[in-house]
């Protein structure tokens, strides 16, 4: 109880308005993850892993970086524990796959490291090598086709946060997530699931009218008012 009730005040300064309060939140679990003994870590694991996703696009850079990289410290965790751990552990990272996918070309060149140490790291859990040489080049379109392929389930997932993406005020990551629907549409084409595949074809049919593209993709922003 102790555990939980510390891990739950911890948890509520992540909510915190000020970027100050959320980076020393995830300093002390960062401090944390390096002392808790089996069954504090567990109570940790189960409580942490599967919020810290959102927290890749705070807009704060160094919460950013401290999210990425503490995901990335609590999957290292498991690799020596049970195999019950690892499955576990293997069940909640599919998740934060695809987060972490559209920061792995990021501005900020701390972020875009973090984001490829960390998913190099969850590759290494899943014992998928497609995957790590994939991260390793930072082949993104291959990495968001192999992520389809393999877990097709976690479609509407990647259908919301890629919805939300497009509003990102990083060119960036606006531009993997359309990328990443552009894959997601080819293959639902001639599928039955032709719901998802509308939803894409809405949501990039308005992104061509909200946004404009200049001189190739990689430079596409807001259409100036």
Not at 20 to 37: E, Q, T, W, Y
Not at 62 to 81: C, D, N, P, T, Y
Not at 150 to 167: E, G, I, T, V, Y
Request: with cysteine.
């Amino acid at each position: 109880m102790r555990y939980r009730s510390l891990l739950d005040d911890i948890l509520l300064c992540l909510k915190d308005p000020c970027a100050d309060s959320r980076v020393s939140a995830l300093l002390i679990f960062h401090n944390l993850m390096g002392h808790l003994k089996k069954k504090a870590k567990a109570i940790a694991l189960e409580k942490l892993v599967e919020k810290l996703p959102p927290f890749f696009d705070d807009e704060s850079i160094q919460v950013q970086e401290l999210s990425i990289s503490l995901l990335r410290k609590m999957v290292e965790s498991v690799e020596g524990g049970d195999e019950a751990e690892r499955e576990e552990m293997k069940k909640k990272i599919w998740r934060a796959l695809v987060p972490l996918l559209f920061h792995l070309n990021e501005q900020t060149d701390s972020v875009a490291q973090a984001s490829q140490e960390a998913l190099l790291t969850c590759a290494d859990l899943l014992e998928n090598e497609k995957l790590k040489r994939r991260v390793q080049r930072k082949d993104t379109k291959k990495i968001g086709k192999l992520l389809l392929e393999q877990d097709r389930r976690r479609l509407p997932d990647h259908l919301n946060f890629c919805m939300k993406s497009l509003a990102d005020t990083r060119a960036s990551v606006r531009l993997q997530a359309v990328r990443f629907m552009g894959v997601a549409v080819r293959r639902l084409s001639g599928t039955q699931d032709q719901e998802n595949l509308r939803k894409m074809c809405r949501a990039l049919h308005r992104l061509e009218k909200d946004l404009t593209w200049k001189s190739g993709p990689r430079q596409l922003r807001p259409r100036s008012s």
